[in-house]
């Protein structure tokens, strides 16, 4: 209980700070500008020494107003369409 009271008292802190920015799910229209800034970036995105150089997260977050960078890296490792669906089932079938 009390991790999930402190995540509380951090987005609310969050909200405080940037009024625009939204807790929760992505909507259709934030996941399509994700997807579009994918397909203009590809190249950046394929690379993870440049991901980490050209701080392509906080790129992202400005093309996606609501989000923040965090928002948008934990976005972009569960719905990376640039990952194989090969290698996450291998890596599913390691774990077991």
């Not at 609310?12 to 994700?34: A, D, F, N, R, S």
Request: glycine content about 2%; proline content about 4%.
């Amino acid at each position: 209980m009390k991790q999930k009271e402190k995540q509380k008292r951090i987005n609310l802190m969050v909200l405080k700070i940037h009024p625009i920015y939204c807790l929760g799910h992505w909507t259709k229209e934030e996941h399509g500008l994700y997807l579009e800034f994918v397909n203009n970036h590809f190249d950046i995105l394929k690379s993870k020494y440049a991901k980490k150089s050209k701080r392509i997260f906080k790129l992202m977050s400005q093309f996606i107003p609501s989000r923040t960078p965090t928002q948008c890296r934990s976005h972009h490792q569960k719905f990376n369409p640039l990952q194989s669906s090969l290698k996450k089932n291998n890596l599913k079938q390691m774990k077991y």
